[in-house]
C-alpha cells in the first residue's frame, strides 16, 4: 500500500515569509508525528498528533511554527516569519497506534534564504 | 532529561565482518526500543524494534536488550557494503506525555 506522502519535496523560500508543509499518513494510522532534522544531526521531535489531538507541543521550537490534523488524515505544518535557522528537513512519521513503529515520509527540504 | 546516547563513529568495518552499533538511555521508564537506518539523504527505516530484554533475531541483525544496565546494541552479521548508513537508536517510554527520543546515530561504513 501507500507509505506516507509530503509535499513539497524541496521549498525554497525568502526569510520573513511564511511556508505550509503537508504530511499524508499511511491511510488508518491514527498516530502522526512531525520532526525536524538539520544537517548531520539528528531528528528533532517536533510534535505529534493522536487522532486530530496534540497531547504535547513542547517540542516546537517557537511560537511561529504551528501543526494541525484534520479528519484524522492530513497534516499541515505552518511556520510563520521563516528565518534561515529554520533550514533543515522536516520528515513525517505515522504509526498505527500510539508508540508502534513509526513509517517515515520522504520529508521536505526547506532552504531559507 | 531524557536522553539517548550513541556513539556518532564513523565506525568502519571490512565486509563480512560483524557490525556491532550501541545506544545507552536515560530514562529508566523506557519501554519500547527501536533501530532505524538512514541513508545519506533519505529518510530513516525500522530495522529492529526490541520490547523484553535479551536478544532478537531478524536474518543478518540482532538486537540487544538489557535495561538494568539501560543498554541496547545492534548487530549486523556478515556486514555488506549496502549497509552502510547512518543507525538511529529511538527510545519510547510507556505511557504519559509522549515525546520519542532518537539519538544522534552511528555512521557505519562497510568497505569491501
Known amino acids: 500500500g501507500a507509505g506516507v506522502s509530503q509535499s513539497p519535496s524541496n521549498k525554497v523560500t525568502e526569510k520573513g515569509k511564511d511556508v505550509e508543509l503537508r504530511c499524508d499518513p499511511i491511510?488508518?494510522?491514527?498516530?502522526l508525528y512531525w520532526y525536524r532534522q538539520s544537517l548531520g544531526q539528528g531528528l528533532e521531535f517536533l510534535i505529534y498528533?493522536?487522532?486530530?489531538?496534540?497531547?504535547?507541543k513542547s517540542g516546537l521550537p517557537s511560537d511561529r511554527f504551528s501543526a494541525e490534523r484534520t479528519g484524522g488524515s492530513v497534516s499541515t505544518l505552518t511556520i510563520q516569519r521563516t528565518q534561515q535557522e529554520d533550514s533543515a528537513v522536516y520528515l513525517c512519521?505515522?504509526?498505527?497506534?500510539?508508540?508502534?513503529?513509526?513509517?517515515f515520509g520522504p520529508g521536505t527540504r526547506l532552504l531559507v534564504l | 532529561q531524557k536522553e539517548v546516547e550513541q556513539n556518532s563513529g564513523p565506525l568502519s568495518v571490512p565486509e563480512g565482518a560483524i557490525a556491532s552499533l550501541n545506544c545507552t538511555y536515560s530514562?529508566?521508564?523506557?519501554?519500547?526500543f527501536f533501530w532505524y537506518r538512514q541513508y545519506s539523504g533519505k529518510s530513516p527505516e525500522l530495522i529492529m524494534s526490541?520490547?523484553?530484554?535479551g536478544d532478537k533475531e531478524d536474518g543478518r541483525f540482532t538486537a540487544q536488550l538489557n535495561k538494568a544496565s539501560q543498554y541496547v546494541s545492534l548487530l549486523i552479521r556478515d556486514s555488506q557494503p549496502s549497509d552502510s548508513a547512518t543507525y538511529l537508536c529511538?527510545?519510547?517510554?510507556?505511557?504519559?506525555?509522549?515525546?520519542?527520543?532518537f539519538g544522534r546515530g552511528t555512521s557505519l561504513i562497510v568497505h569491501p
Open positions: 491511510s488508518g494510522h491514527t498516530a
Open positions: 526490541i520490547y523484553s530484554n
Open positions: 530514562d529508566r521508564g523506557s519501554q519500547s
Open positions: 512519521a505515522s504509526s498505527l497506534k500510539y508508540q508502534e513503529t513509526q513509517y
Open positions: 529511538a527510545v519510547n517510554r510507556a505511557g504519559g506525555s509522549y515525546i520519542p527520543t
Open positions: 498528533f493522536q487522532g486530530n489531538s496534540a497531547p504535547d
